[in-house]
């Protein structure tokens, strides 16, 4: 089942190509067997000339105030992970040309412009999934300037072709961009509790008087097991007289 990507398009009031745009979108990811299916979820001109001409040099991840000032107010709030913004300026100052994909934390969206050919819009979209880097081949969809390309429809190198088709969102990156919600507050270190102090465990005083009681017993001379030694005397003189006597009855 193909995956959905909803787009929200804004563009100048009076503009009517963005539909172009789509459909090369959606042409190109086929061509890569992408298995992404491109959905317009909300489309809607703006007057009042804030899209005219947009500053967004340098393209980074981190968009410039302006950019950053018009994907707060024109973008959708809340947007899901499988949701773009697609804003149409009617011309981009500064050094870049036909588009930037430059995501405000908690929206991801491109900036193209009216004047670029429709496959720049497949190119900023396939940035989202490839990273901000481009390709020195010309016939290659990354190639830096869209309107030079030599191949329609263009081609992606192996592990292009295998990053569209994973799916996985590559731009913002985790943490990068803007952010429009309110700061959070300073943390606070936390004070660390010094542990009690450890009570001091007194020894019986038994026990060291059941161990001298010990020792006591143990150095004391032990009676001997043959009785006194005037006994002993006697044994030996009697033993002494018995033997001579034997050897006479051997004889």
């Not at 007057?47 to 981190?62: E, F, I, W």
């Not at 263009?154 to 985790?174: D, R």
């Not at 059941?210 to 001379?221: E, G, I, L, Q, S």
Request: proline letters at 8%; a positive charge.
């Amino acid at each position: 089942m193909a995956r959905i990507v909803r787009l929200h398009l804004r563009y100048p009031q009076g503009w009517t190509r963005a539909p172009e745009f789509v459909e090369k979108l959606q042409q190109v990811f086929d061509v890569f067997q992408a298995d992404v299916s491109f959905i317009v979820a909300s489309s809607a001109g703006v007057a009042g000339g804030r899209l005219t001409s947009v500053n967004a040099d340098p393209c980074t991840t981190a968009p410039t105030a302006e950019v950053a000032a018009l994907f707060r107010d024109l973008a959708p709030a809340g947007m899901a992970d499988d949701e773009i913004a697609v804003l149409f300026a009617a011309g981009l100052s500064g050094s870049v040309r036909w588009g930037c994909a430059q995501c405000p934390q908690g929206r991801r969206g491109v900036l193209v412009s009216c004047l670029a050919p429709p496959i720049a819009l497949a190119h900023e979209v396939a940035h989202l999934y490839l990273g901000p880097g481009h390709d020195a081949d010309s016939s290659n969809l990354m190639f830096a300037d869209s309107a030079a390309l030599s191949m329609d429809p263009p081609i992606l190198l192996a592990t292009q072709i295998a990053a569209l088709q994973g799916g996985t969102w590559v731009l913002p990156p985790p943490g990068g961009g803007l952010v429009f919600t309110a700061a959070p507050p300073p943390k606070t270190r936390a004070r660390r509790k010094r542990p009690a102090p450890a009570k001091k465990t007194r020894r019986k005083k038994t026990k060291k008087k059941t161990a001298v009681r010990r020792n006591r017993t143990a150095t004391k001379k032990q009676k001997p097991r043959h009785g006194t030694t005037k006994t002993r005397r006697l044994k030996r003189r009697r033993a002494a007289k018995a033997r001579p006597k034997r050897a006479r009855k051997r004889r």
